[in-house]
């Protein structure tokens, strides 16, 4: 299967969203059911999102999304990642941490 630009900017998307809910080296159940959520919701493929949940159920590192996808469109990467950030109801200081880090390198002024 040839993957669109449109599939490849959402797995990017998926990868910065999976590092921005292990800011805290955890995943709760409510972040891991948004990032499947806008997964599927986003048609990634369903080996690739499982492949990229898996990477975080063992441990293992996770693959560092492509900035230069994703700075195509940077105002709906923000969008996602604040989110998933208060997709349980608070805003801890790393994910704030994270958000300003995400938006620097993306090259957006806050």
Do not use: Y
Request: negative net charge.
């Amino acid at each position: 299967m040839t993957l669109t630009a449109e599939d490849r900017f959402n797995i990017e998307v998926i990868k910065l969203l999976l590092q921005v809910a292990w800011v805290d080296r955890e995943i709760s159940k409510t972040e891991r059911m948004v990032v499947l959520g806008l997964g599927r919701s986003w048609s990634v493929p369903e080996a690739e999102l499982h492949a990229l949940m898996d990477r975080l159920d063992i441990g293992g590192t996770l693959p560092e999304p492509d900035l230069e996808v994703l700075r195509t469109r940077p105002d709906e990467v923000l969008e996602a990642a604040r989110a998933l950030c208060v997709s349980d109801g608070k805003l801890a200081e790393g994910e704030k941490a994270m958000l300003e880090r995400i938006t620097s390198r993306l090259g957006v002024t806050p």
